[in-house]
């Protein structure tokens, strides 16, 4: 059973190496892609940089808590997108019945898929994590920390797009429905959380987990919590198998269905 995982990850592995040699042909591109990335980041910074010259606190966050909280978005979108980058495209694969290609190789159907392709602009995203970490303030427990965050942030990111576009092998049009969650996570993601209040704060910590992904990572960093991080890991364990359980479900109808209805 191990030697069957090794050898599963060690191919996904390659599949995005292979994804990526694919990407740097073009070196020029791949270069500019990475660099805009990191630029248009740091550009979206100048707001609380104004922001914070006027008040010391916004939503109970310090500036460099912000560093930090952007640093953590930054990172969990970066893994997301270049380690699984066609996770965020699964919902058209199904519906289109692109899967097919996939089921008739010999090794794990929903990691095959998501592995298959890479985005070269979200290893700016990682960079840039990196450089706000620094800027907050390094020492290697917090930058173990913060790397445990951003996979773990990564792959709840993934495994929620997973479940969104899962609804495909059910129902027409769910890529809408995809599409919409993604948005979400990463449109409250670099907010502070003091500034929701009530049903929305609790949606940020259940149906829309920006709170898992983003908050929690920020109060640990900021001051750890043994609490807080067995709740993180326990809700990336959850998911993850969710995400399986609810793909492989539905490849089950998929794979008994030919490939005109597939593509309906």
């Known amino acids: 059973m191990l030697t069957e995982v090794k050898n599963q990850i060690k191919v ?11 990407e740097m042909l ?29 008040k010391e606190n916004v939503g109970g966050y310090t500036f460099k808590q912000i560093l930090l909280l952007w640093g953590i ?3 969990t979108f970066g893994v997301s997108r270049f380690f699984f980058s066609k996770a965020f495209s699964l919902a058209d694969t199904i519906n289109s ?22 985005e070269v602009s979200a290893l700016g ?29 990564g792959i709840i990111l993934t495994a929620i797009s997973i479940i969104l576009s899962s609804l495909s092998f059910w129902f027409q049009k769910t890529d809408v429905i995809a599409d919409t969650g993604n948005r979400l996570l990463t449109s409250f993601a670099t907010y502070p959380d003091g500034i929701f209040k009530g049903l929305a704060k609790i949606l940020l910590f259940t149906l829309i987990p920006v709170g898992i992904v983003n908050y929690i ?8 919590n043994l609490g807080l991080t067995g709740i993180f890991l326990f809700a990336t364990f959850l998911l993850i198998t969710l995400a ?7 490849l089950k109808r998929y794979s008994s269905s030919n490939l005109m209805n597939a593509r309906i």
């Open 244 to 250: 399986a359980f609810i793909f492989y479900k539905g």
């Open 97 to 118: 019945g692109k899967l097919d290609a996939y089921l008739v190789q010999p090794k794990n159907v929903l990691l095959s898929v998501i592995t298959s392709e890479v």
């Open 73 to 75: 978005a930054a990172g």
């Open 217 to 224: 990572p920020v109060d640990i960093l900021s001051n750890f």
């Open 26 to 54: 073009n070196k020029t591109t791949f270069i500019t892609n990475v660099i805009f990335m990191i630029l248009n980041n740091a550009s979206m910074i100048v707001q609380w940089i104004i922001l914070y010259s006027l």
């Open 125 to 153: 995203d990682i960079l840039y994590a990196y450089i706000m970490l620094f800027i907050y303030g390094f020492t290697l427990p917090t930058f173990l920390l913060f790397t445990m965050f951003c996979i773990g942030g």
């Open 12 to 22: 996904s592995f390659l599949s995005i190496k292979y994804a990526l040699l694919r």
